[in-house]
Nanobody, 121 residues
């Protein structure tokens, strides 16, 4: 069982930056693929960014060039968000899947409770 705790959400103005953190209860490096997912009220869930390994990460088209996912220590994944827009307003969730060699071995079955990001225009 993996527990995930997100933090870093805040209210900011458009054009600003935030860094979200996801702290896992286990060492995720090389063992889990990590994903940030967001959901705004009345909208479908959107996969924002996924890190499979230190050299392989993917992004939604809506955040490419503005957001960066990274893992800097054994159990923390970050989402650096720059040039924030009003449409980035959402609850942001961290999720984990079993992985090895950068390949997923399960779905994203572990989820945090989320952190709220609000961007005012």
């Amino acid at each position: 069982q993996v527990q995930l705790v997100e933090s870093g959400g805040d209210s900011v103005q458009a054009g600003g930056s935030l860094r979200l953190s996801c702290v896992a209860s286990v060492n995720t490096n090389g063992r889990y693929c990590m994903r940030w997912v967001r959901q705004a009220p009345g909208k479908e869930r959107e996969e924002v960014a996924t890190i499979y390994s230190s050299s392989n990460s993917t992004y939604a088209d809506s955040v490419k060039g503005r957001f960066t996912i990274s893992q800097r220590n054994a159990n923390t994944v970050y989402l650096q968000m720059n040039s924030l827009k009003a449409e980035d307003t959402a609850m942001y969730y961290c999720a984990a899947a079993h992985c090895s060699g950068g390949v997923m071995r399960s779905g994203f079955i572990y989820w945090g409770r989320g952190t709220q990001v609000t961007v005012s225009a």
